[in-house]
């Protein structure tokens, strides 16, 4: 089960956000009141753009229809599932990321790391 996720994940503000750091394959693992979530977010580089996608364990692959880089080191993504919008904003600490993850029902944490 897919709820409307606002996720919000921060980078340390000296590092500097570049595309090279965003390129490749990134875990994910949302703990919910009902169940845990799995599966990886991929990013990689379409001429001067970022593309990615999220593919869930249960087989779902879901494309980003908006990915880039923003102010204060932000990667901002967006995405649509079952006609409804999806903001993901991710802040990365070298190959980790751990953050609280905002539904209509609270608060949820979420995990995950660059695996290649």
């Known amino acids: 089960m897919l709820y409307d996720?606002?996720?919000?994940?921060?980078?340390?503000?000296?590092?500097?956000?570049?595309?090279?750091?965003?390129?490749?394959?990134?875990?994910?693992?949302?703990?919910?009141?009902?169940?845990?979530?799995?599966?990886?977010?991929?990013?990689?580089?379409?001429?001067?753009?970022?593309?990615?996608?999220?593919?869930?364990?249960?087989?779902?692959?879901?494309?980003?229809?908006?990915v880039e880089i923003r102010d204060n080191n932000v990667l901002y993504c967006e995405l649509e599932i079952d006609y409804a919008p999806y903001t993901v904003t991710i802040t990365i600490d070298g190959k980790k990321y751990e953050e609280t993850l905002g539904t209509d029902e609270g608060e949820v944490p979420i995990i995950g790391a660059k695996i290649e």
């Open 5 to 66: 996720y606002q996720l919000g994940i921060a980078l340390p503000s000296f590092a500097g956000l570049k595309v090279k750091n965003v390129v490749g394959t990134w875990s994910y693992q949302i703990e919910t009141e009902y169940e845990t979530l799995t599966g990886t977010m991929k990013f990689e580089k379409d001429g001067k753009e970022l593309t990615g996608e999220v593919n869930t364990d249960e087989g779902q692959t879901i494309p980003f229809t908006k």
